[in-house]
Nanobody, 124 residues
């Protein structure tokens, strides 16, 4: 069973940056996918970015060019570098892990293991 723990959330002004981290523990198969999702009040949970063991990393259109997902396999840590943040990025951010998805790698239904989330608030 994989355990995931996010950190690094906080409050920033529009245009600012934050880096989220997700510590991964427990058994995780080599071919697994890791991903970041976010959930804003009144909206559906949204896939932000995913990364596989080959570092292939698709992004949601809303964050392309601003966010970067990366991983340090030795430290078993997933990161999300977020630049040029806007109030629309305000949400609870989660990391998640899955066996290779059958469908959309940014579909939350493909992911079985989730962290507790870390809040990101961007003020204008």
């Amino acid at each position: 069973q994989v355990q995931l723990a996010e950190s690094g959330g906080g409050s920033v002004q529009s245009g600012g940056s934050l880096t989220l981290s997700c510590a991964v523990s427990g058994y995780m198969q080599t071919s697994r996918f890791l991903a970041w999702f976010r959930h804003a009040p009144g909206k559906e949970r949204e896939g932000v970015a995913s990364i596989d063991s080959d570092d292939t990393a698709p992004y949601a259109d809303s964050v392309k060019g601003r966010f970067t997902i990366s991983q340090d396999s030795a430290k078993r840590t997933l990161y999300l570098q977020m630049n040029n943040l806007t109030p629309n990025d305000t949400a609870l951010y989660y990391c998640a892990a899955a066996a290779p998805p059958y469908g959309d790698v940014l579909d939350p239904l493909e992911y079985a293991n989730w962290g507790q989330g870390t809040q990101v608030t961007v003020s204008s």
